[in-house]
């Protein structure tokens, strides 16, 4: 499989997923994709859509979508979610829609507010932001401990070893949502995922 990402962006989720279960990838760096140039061309030649993470399947087909690739996984690596037809299972699947749905239009509004408002692009940041928060608070207190869903790493946890470097970045995480940042760190100090932290720039400490 050849997985297309630049670090530290969603593609780095899809990393620790791999890593995590062992299976066998190629990283494509295609950090700047998102202007023109050789990585925005590299990339387009796969998914002209543009999107990080793009992953090519060994037959050739492109899956993208982090929590789309975290269930295709899921199916082949049981590890990855907890046991279809338990209470856990069903946790996991709302939580990991939960993330796509809510958290992640957050950031694309409020990262490109000039995409949607010609005006008050400030306020639409603001307004984003403290969104995201209220949700971080909410996840906050869903999660079991020590990881997300318990004794046992899950894709869940890879979205949050990741996501506690994007905004509103570590130190509000640790000061406002200790118990998932305390999964994220666990996660992030798993020996499986050490090249992908080094890769992806996050630090274990």
Known sequence: ???????????????????????????VDVEGFDRPGAAHDRLAAVNPLRQVPTLVLDDGEVLTETAAIALWLADRHAELAPAPG??????????????????????????????W???????????????????YRWLEDQVV???????????????AAVMIDWRPRREWFAKNTPRLFAAARLTRRDPRLATVMKRNRLAID
């Open 1 to 27: 499989m050849r997985l297309y990402g630049t670090p530290g962006w969603g593609s780095a989720i899809v990393e620790a997923m791999l890593a995590l279960v062992g299976a066998p990838y190629d990283i």
């Open 145 to 159: 401990g020590p990881y997300l869903l318990g004794e046992q790493p899950c894709a869940l946890d890879c979205y």
């Open 117 to 135: 408002t010609p005006s008050a692009q400030n306020e639409l940041v603001a307004a984003t932001s403290a969104y995201r928060e209220r949700l």
């Open 86 to 115: 338990t209470v856990e299972h069903r946790r996991f699947l709302r939580l990991l829609i939960w993330i796509v749905a809510n958290v992640y239009p957050t950031f694309t509004y409020g990262d490109y507010p000039e995409r």
